[in-house]
């Protein structure tokens, strides 16, 4: 569980941030598990916005077009001889809190 928390803290800065792509700051890393072992990690991101507000598919898209890079700074971060290949899952945003009539 210490290499999923170590992807898992690694790919939340990667994505905030350090690549310059504004698809990818509104992504957050929700949960990293083996899957279905630690050779290859399911990364579980949700987004900031609304599900109406973004396509799934072209999010993954985009992730499988910086998949080289995240896992090259995977490796950085993790110290490992081998580097997990990283397979990416969109979660259905949260809902907004209801407002309160107080």
């Known amino acids: 569980m ?3 928390r170590q992807v898992l803290e690694t ?10 792509d504004d698809r990818l700051p509104i992504l957050h ?3 990293v598990v083996p ?6 990690m399911l990364v579980t991101l ?3 916005i609304a599900d ?8 993954i898209s985009t992730l499988s077009e910086y998949a080289d890079l995240l896992r090259m700074e995977v490796a950085a971060a993790i110290h490992r ?3 997990p290949q990283l397979l990416f899952h969109l979660a259905p945003s949260p ?8």
């Open 2 to 4: 210490q290499l999923c």
């Open 11 to 20: 790919l939340e800065m990667v994505l905030s941030g350090e690549i310059d």
């Open 29 to 31: 890393v929700v949960e």
């Open 35 to 40: 899957a279905p072992d630690s050779s290859r």
């Open 46 to 48: 949700s987004a900031d």
């Open 52 to 59: 109406t507000d973004y396509d799934p598919d072209e999010i």
């Open 81 to 83: 001889k081998k580097t």
């Open 95 to 102: 809902m907004p809190p209801l407002d309160s009539d107080d």
